[in-house]
């Protein structure tokens, strides 16, 4: 059973930067698709970032430049540092994982994840 547990989410000013990690267990590296996704209240769940078992990552366009996704395989552990925060990028964020399928952030949705940590709150004050 895959289990994530996410950390590193807080509050911070407009332009700060944040870190969060994904800490991962249970599953296999081989046709992976490890994700980022954000719901702000009222809005659906989007996918931000994402990264295949090839490494191959794309971004939604909204954080291009900003967020980056990296993963490290001997911790098993998934990260997003994001960088140029704005109040817009409120929300609380979600690891997700998946297999099989494309890994493109837009192309694969939110409910096509199966396994989901319990979310981090990302609170951006203007």
């Known amino acids: 059973q895959v289990q994530l547990v996410e950390s590193g989410g807080g509050s911070v000013q407009a332009g700060g930067s944040l870190r969060l990690s994904c800490a991962a267990s249970?599953?296999?590296?081989?046709?992976?698709?490890m994700g980022w996704l954000r719901q702000a209240p009222g809005k659906e769940r989007e996918g931000v970032a994402a990264i295949d078992s090839t490494g191959s990552i794309s971004y939604t366009d909204s954080v291009k430049g900003r967020f980056t996704i990296s993963q490290d395989n001997a911790k098993n552990t998934l990260y997003l540092q994001m960088n140029s925060l704005k109040p817009e990028d409120t929300a609380m964020y979600y690891c997700?994982?998946?297999?099989?399928?494309?890994?493109?952030?837009?192309?694969?949705?939110?409910?096509?994840?199966?396994?989901w940590g319990q979310g981090t709150q990302v609170t951006v004050s203007s």
């Open positions: 997700a994982a998946a297999y099989g399928g494309t890994c493109r952030v837009g192309l694969r949705a939110p409910n096509e994840y199966s396994y």
């Open positions: 249970g599953y296999t590296t081989s046709n992976k698709c």
